[in-house]
């Protein structure tokens, strides 16, 4: 952990501050709020106005990186990096399954699906929030709504987990024939399970994100809608639709156990679990930062960033933004909050966000429902950091132990 006294800008080690990283994206908003980070080789935006503007401004500011457009990477998220009538298309596949209308279909089985993970730990001293909840819920929930059978929701997320870790520490300088070749073992990995999926929806169409792909590519043929591409589209969707629960979950609970009174408030009037879990989305972004490539020249407070350069724009610092939030760095679960950027914004704003929402609601209500008090059985801890130097990792715990006392 590092404290405020040693705060340094030339250059900066994001490791160092991967515990507790405010304090150095308060230096950066007061100091320098477009900084060139050498060691990364990216442009880092701090201030909540010039993220909001970067996200908002797909035409000038484009999610593929110049790695990916001169062929330098491997590509790999059809989503997430991509623009235009690609990212149209793909998005426009699976939106169906995450509208509220769906969620709001979707909510006795999470309910009841909380309630089992509820059950499973019925009994136990002490609850570690991360293993009994916070894993195996979105995990369980974004796998089904896919489409994988039960029987192998543990490989197919091993595999999406790789390929996640290997993506995000890239640069557009290129990757290593050996990581190349990683990306496609895993691509071939992920194509023995879902190729005989595949041709089972064509045969059999269900109520999932499997079936919508099949669809979608037999509609526009393999040359507009590869197998690569579906591929692309589901692990996406996994990573869209589990990480940011998984975090919300953890830190929520946390922050809970050192505020039992916020846990009667919330017994008392459920009307007040969405504010509470929008303040935590602002107060600890589960996604730290993400990038944007801008299509011509621009200039952030005197700061000339030249075409096809990286930006890294920092959600967690944005959301801390005195200039937009007062009393930012306080967890306030009464504050009139509007506009925080934890799911993005335009045309990149997270297609999960409606099932974080659902999930966590109904967990909460669950849990509610069947115990009177929550406190803390022990001090948290961190993941661990897997991806050194990479500013975007996630605020996430892996250990959050608390007693839950029963209503009977």
Not at 149 to 175: A, S
């Amino acid at each position: 952990m590092r404290t405020a006294g040693e705060l340094t800008l030339d250059p900066v080690d994001w490791t160092a501050w991967a515990d507790d990283p405010y304090p150095l994206y308060k230096l950066l908003r007061d100091e320098a709020p477009a900084f060139w980070d050498e060691r990364n080789d990216t442009y880092v935006l701090t201030r909540y106005a010039d993220v909001y503007e970067v996200l908002g401004d797909h035409k000038r500011f484009s999610s593929l990186p110049i790695g990916l457009v001169n062929g330098a990477l491997t590509p790999t998220s059809q989503i997430r990096q991509a623009d235009g009538t690609r990212h149209t298309l793909t998005r426009r596949t699976i939106l169906p399954m995450f509208t509220p209308g769906e969620m709001r279909r979707l909510e006795p089985y999470f309910r009841g699906l909380a309630g089992e993970l509820i059950a499973n730990v019925a009994g136990e001293d002490v609850v570690n929030v991360t293993d009994a909840f916070a894993i195996p819920l979105p995990g369980r929930v974004t796998l089904d709504i896919i489409g994988m059978p039960l029987e192998v929701h543990g490989r197919f997320k091993q595999l999406t987990d790789d390929r996640l870790r290997i993506i995000m520490t890239r640069t557009n300088k290129g990757e290593p024939p050996e990581i190349r070749a990683r990306l496609q073992e895993i691509r071939a990995a992920l194509w023995e399970i879902v190729a005989p999926l595949a041709q089972e929806r064509r045969r059999n169409p269900q109520h999932d994100v499997l079936t919508l792909v099949v669809q979608a590519q037999d509609r526009h043929g393999r040359d507009e809608f590869s197998d690569e591409l579906m591929l692309d589209v589901l692990a996406e969707v996994l990573t869209a639709g589990f990480e940011t629960t998984q975090h919300l979950i953890e830190l929520l609970l946390d922050r809970l156990a050192d505020e039992p009174q916020l846990w009667q408030r919330l017994r008392a009037d459920r009307g007040l679990i969405g504010p509470a879990m929008e303040e935590m989305l602002r107060w600890k972004s589960p996604t730290q930062a993400l990038g944007r490539r801008p299509v011509q020249d621009v200039i952030f407070h005197d700061v000339e960033i030249p075409k096809d350069a990286w930006i890294t724009v920092v959600y967690g610092s944005a959301n801390r933004d005195e200039r937009q939030f007062e009393h930012p760095d306080r967890y306030l679960p009464d504050r009139d909050l509007r506009r925080h950027v934890a799911f993005s914004y335009g045309i990149h704003y997270c297609a999960g966000a409606p099932l974080t929402r659902y999930e966590v609601t109904a967990l909460m209500n669950e849990l509610l429902d069947r115990f009177a008090t929550i406190e803390r059985a022990g001090e948290s801890e961190l993941w661990p950091n897997t991806m050194p130097g990479y500013i975007g990792k996630g605020p996430g715990l892996r250990r959050v132990p608390v007693r839950l006392r029963s209503t009977c």
